[in-house]
């Protein structure tokens, strides 16, 4: 069965300092891979998405994604956090035959000033 | 365009009671998938909906049923509560079409006490 791994549950960040927030998943096939976003007491809020092709995707607000096949891994990053950045983000994988997403426990992200 | 809206957004229920959710997708979107988020946690899958038939199903109980309106729309319920089934819901719908990306809505906090 699929899985995801974050292995960071806390980071704090300065406001304006580079971002990087890590990703492993475990799938027996090519992944579809998503970042999404939640801000507390809300939905999410996808960020961007990989299926194919370059494996370095652009998302929204600025956050980009580098797809690793080698190390299993989805790591977001983006150049300059700002303080509306602070939110809980999640990575997750989807399950090809009934276009469902397993979840990693998400990391939550402090902005600093 | 409207998005995924959820109904009702906060509740409050007795351990033993049942509760029904609603979930209206967005237009053009044919299958509902609703997931739980435990406090603290990722959100887990519980079950999907195509077409008014269940098209996949997570590691919940038989406790947890839901239901497909030929509008599309969707009803989680949920019978026999139980304080762990305290959670954000979260409703997600789709076009149909593998590795196609799922949109929320802003989900419903169920408390049980």
């Known amino acids: 069965a699929q899985s995801v791994t974050q292995p960071d549950i806390h980071i704090t960040v300065s406001e304006g300092a580079s971002l990087e927030l890590r990703c492993n998943y475990s799938?027996?096939?090519?992944?579809?891979l998503f970042w999404y976003v939640q801000s507390p007491g809300q939905g999410l809020q996808l960020l961007l998405k990989?299926?194919?092709?370059?494996?370095l995707v652009q998302g929204i607000k600025g956050f980009e994604a580098e797809f690793k096949r080698s190390q299993s891994s989805f790591n977001l990053r983006k150049p300059s956090v700002h303080w509306s950045d602070a939110a809980e983000y999640f990575c997750?994988?989807?399950?090809?035959?009934?276009?469902?997403?397993?979840f990693g426990k998400g990391t939550m992200l402090l902005v600093s000033p | 365009e409207t998005g995924v809206t959820q109904s009702p957004t906060h509740l409050i229920k007795t351990r033993g009671q049942q509760v029904t959710l609603r979930c209206s997708s967005q237009?053009?979107?044919?299958?509902v998938s609703w997931y739980q988020q435990a406090l603290g946690q990722g959100p887990q899958f519980i079950f999907q909906?195509?077409?008014?038939?269940?098209?996949g199903r997570g590691n919940f109980p038989p406790r947890f049923s839901g239901l497909q309106f030929p509008n599309y729309s969707s009803e989680l319920n949920v019978n026999a509560l139980e304080l762990d089934d305290s959670a954000l819901y979260l409703c997600?719908?789709?076009?149909?079409?593998?590795?196609?990306?799922?949109?929320f809505g802003q989900g419903t906090r169920l408390t049980v006490v």
């Open positions: 990989y299926f194919s092709g370059d494996t």
């Open positions: 237009s053009g979107h044919n299958t």
């Open positions: 909906y195509y077409r008014e038939e269940e098209n």
């Open positions: 997750a994988v989807m399950n090809s035959g009934y276009s469902t997403l397993t």
């Open positions: 799938y027996g096939a090519t992944p579809y």
């Open positions: 997600a719908s789709s076009p149909s079409g593998q590795g196609t990306e799922a949109f």
